[in-house]
């Protein structure tokens, strides 16, 4: 299926660990996002890459490292996890056209103890 | 989002009409949209209008943008029980690189 793929689903932790997000994408497109959803639905965008190239970086804190490998991934890596990053990230990719139509992926459930 | 701004709530009747309205800040954002999340899902792309248009019609949904009062709004014809959603509308900040800020999104329940 062409598809913007999340792993894992659902991350249940303890406060002050360290874990990974990862997004793949195999639509061929050059621009991945991070964004976040919090539980009022607020969705807020954190990072973006062209082209394995970070080309937005939100006022977010540095804990929050997100990775390119190839265009086709983008992971975010959250150290020392804390109490209010609970909340859905949503990864999604881009075509280069005009309209820029982003394909969102089915996100990762973070719940942190 | 505190820049794009949204009701929160609609409830409508199966059948009916529904209008999601939103009101957006940037007069330069080149492109407008609306997204749809269902429930558990990432969010999807229900249409989108460029901003030196005044409406755009798709099938059952038409979206109306006023640029002078910066106000977007959706309409759903015949609205079905699989309409309910969250709507969210979108606009692209100036700037480049794409960058959509969202609204709050909009909790559509139909009803029989």
């Known amino acids: 299926d062409t598809a913007v793929s999340q792993t894992p689903k659902y991350l249940v932790t303890q406060m002050g660990n360290d874990k990974s997000i990862k997004c793949e994408q195999n639509?061929?497109?050059?621009?991945m996002y991070w964004y976040k959803q919090d539980s009022k639905k607020f969705l807020k965008i954190m990072f973006s890459y062209n082209n394995k190239e970070l080309i937005i970086n939100e006022t977010v804190p540095n804990r929050f490292s997100p990775k390119s490998p190839d265009k086709a991934h983008l992971n975010l890596h959250i150290n020392s996890l804390e109490l209010g990053d609970s909340a859905v990230y949503f990864c999604a990719s881009s075509p280069p056209t005009a309209y820029n139509e982003q394909f969102f992926g089915p996100g990762t459930r973070l719940t942190v103890l | 989002g505190e820049d794009v701004e949204q009701s929160l709530f609609l409830s409508v009747r199966e059948g009916d009409s529904s209008v999601i309205n939103c009101t957006y800040t940037d007069s330069s954002s080149t492109y407008l949209y609306w997204y749809k999340q269902e429930p558990g899902a990432g969010l999807q792309l229900l249409t989108y209008?460029?901003?030196?248009?005044d409406m755009k019609q798709d099938q059952r949904l038409t979206v109306l943008l006023n640029k002078k009062d910066k106000h977007l709004s959706l309409r759903i014809a015949d609205t079905q029980t699989g309409d309910s959603a969250i709507y969210f509308c979108a606009e692209s900040r100036s700037g480049g690189y794409n960058k959509l800020i969202f609204g709050a999104g909009t909790r559509l329940a139909v009803h029989p």
């Open positions: 639509l061929g497109h050059d621009t």
């Open positions: 209008i460029f901003s030196n248009m």
